[in-house]
Nanobody, 124 residues
Framework: QVQLVESGGGLVQAGDSLRLSCAAAGRSLSTYTMGWVRQDPGKERDIVAAISRSSVSTYYADSVKGRFTISRDNAKNTAYLQVNSLEAEDTAVYYC?????????????????WGQGTQVTVSS
């Protein structure tokens, strides 16, 4: 199975940008469809973005379209989430998730693997 480790979160001001990374170990990332989800305390995980194995297909939640960009570098076994124009409402723990399915997955519960998360806090 694959192990995922997220990094890149932090405390930023509204309008700032971050680049979240998800490093995979144990298996080749190219065999997984990937997604980024976020979770506020006491709430369910919500899908933010998803990307197919070969990066041909991507998906974005309406709330982040035009501000977030998901990408992956299978040669580096790493997925990324570029987050721009951050808003206070983007504050959450961000998780990358993986599944052996094809295409992309828009339901966070359908992923099989996930990391420990990275905290993003946006102050207004």
């Amino acid at each position: 199975q694959v192990q995922l480790v997220e990094s890149g979160g932090g405390l930023v001001q509204a309008g700032d940008s971050l680049r979240l990374s998800c490093a995979a170990a144990g298996r080749s990332l190219s065999t997984y469809t990937m997604g980024w989800v976020r979770q506020d305390p006491g709430k369910e995980r919500d899908i933010v973005a998803a990307i197919s194995r070969s990066s041909v297909s991507t998906y974005y939640a309406d709330s982040v379209k035009g501000r977030f960009t998901i990408s992956r570098d299978n040669a580096k076994n790493t997925a990324y989430l570029q987050v721009n124009s951050l808003e206070a409402e983007d504050t959450a723990v961000y998780y990358c998730e993986a599944s052996g399915s094809y295409g992309y997955i828009t339901n966070s519960e359908d992923y099989r693997y996930w990391g420990q998360g990275t905290q993003v806090t946006v102050s207004s």
